[in-house]
């Protein structure tokens, strides 16, 4: 009988997942959402006046809301994964910040699913802009940061 042991193929990677599924585009994509709807919320208090009670400006704002929240949420996921996935031991000799850099833009997205702030939102964007510079840097290539809206 044959051991069973020749049949274990030793692997190793650099990520928890194949090279290449990692993006910061990701955590943008979901930043400007959560911007997007905090501006509109913004305005349409603002336009609203005395008329905050109306059926149809309760429903569009709790549609703001909820998209507002789920984005901040999906960044925060998107966020993480970046940050215990990708990054490993090594970058911190070479990014010694890197876990605050994290741990603050995790709190950010914390900050805008339960305020209405365009400064946290702003915030928020300029986090995402610092570590997907960092991504790509450790990666060794230039990639612009291009927002879509």
Known sequence: MEEDNQYLIEANAHCDGPCGVYDPASARIAGEAVQSMTNKMITLAENHGT???????INTMSRYAAIKEEEAQKCKDELL????????????ESIPNLHDIFWNAAKLCSACKVEVSSVHAQ???DAIEEIHNLFWGVKGKEVPWIRAS
Do not use: C, N, R
């Open 51 to 57: 008329d905050s009670g109306s059926a149809a400006y």
């Open 81 to 92: 994964v970046l940050w215990t996935d990708f990054f490993k031991p090594q970058h911190i």
């Open 123 to 125: 915030e928020l964007m």
